[in-house]
């Protein structure tokens, strides 16, 4: 028989680990097309378009959203030393009462079931804002929800982007407005601690930075031409209302074909 040594055994088993790396079983581009299985597996056809995992996981995350950050606003609004705070809660109250209001119409159509109370680890950072008093208080108001919000976003532009459902595509672009308008309002308390949102999003990560490189102190980066349309065009559209600094979050009722609302 061969004799195999200890370093091919070590090669192959590289080269299986690498393997492994590369093609994940939830990759959409894979070669064996194992992506797309799983994905259409867990698909379910309805009259407005396939509702996929990830479209249900959203429709359960803005449900979730509103279950703790409701109370939260609240909170703000009677405990809060500075106006600053009490501002974003009332925007938490107003954006969540909207927004839930769609969530629980887009659920009853699609037949998605939703939670009602918070998870976990909800519930853990309504416990920590209720056992902090003044500076504290305010710290962690701003900071755990400022964080809850930065992470749901990209969450809501990677459903709205691959989507093919209609009414989960309203209600994406519907959160991410409020989502937008919430951690706008957030930051104009001057409280976020961008430091620690940074350091916690790189945290365990390995991979070198990538982008542009450096600017060189003391040297002036050169001016960028405009970008702009040529010859002679007629427009109509003009950039989104509203003063700098501030979210336009105003929309339509959504059809309430359930009766949910009644």
Do not use: C
Not at 181 to 197: M, Q, S
């Amino acid at each position: 028989m061969p004799r195999i040594n200890g370093t091919a055994i070590f090669i192959t088993s590289l080269v299986a680990t690498l393997g492994a790396v590369a093609f994940p079983m939830w990759q959409y581009a894979d070669r064996m097309g194992t992506g797309q299985a799983n994905v259409a597996a867990s698909t379910v056809n309805t009259q407005w378009g396939p509702l996929t995992a990830a479209d249900r996981d959203l429709i359960v995350r803005v449900r979730l959203a509103g279950l703790w950050e409701l109370p939260a606003g609240q909170q703000a609004i009677e405990r809060a030393p500075s106006q600053a705070i009490k501002d974003a809660g009332d925007h938490l109250i107003v954006g969540h009462t909207d927004l839930d209001k769609r969530v629980r119409i887009v659920a009853a159509q699609l037949g998605v079931a939703l939670p009602n109370v918070p998870n976990e680890q909800q519930q853990g950072w309504l416990q920590e804002m209720s056992a902090a008093q003044g500076a504290e208080y305010e710290y962690k108001f701003v900071n755990l929800l400022r964080s809850a919000h930065g992470k749901i976003f990209p969450a809501i532009g990677a459903v709205r982007n691959t989507t093919r459902n209609t009414l989960v595509r309203q209600l994406a672009s519907d959160a991410n407005q409020t989502v937008l308008d919430h951690i706008t309002i957030l930051e104009k308390t001057g409280k976020v601690d961008f430091d620690a949102i940074a350091n916690e999003a790189v945290a365990g990560t390995t991979a070198s930075p990538t982008g542009p490189p450096a600017p060189v102190p003391g040297q002036v980066a050169p001016s960028a031409p405009a970008a702009e349309a040529s010859g002679e065009i007629d427009t109509t559209s003009r950039p989104s209302p509203g003063a700098p600094g501030t979210v336009n979050t105003g929309r339509p009722d959504p059809v309430d074909t359930a009766g949910v609302l009644q």
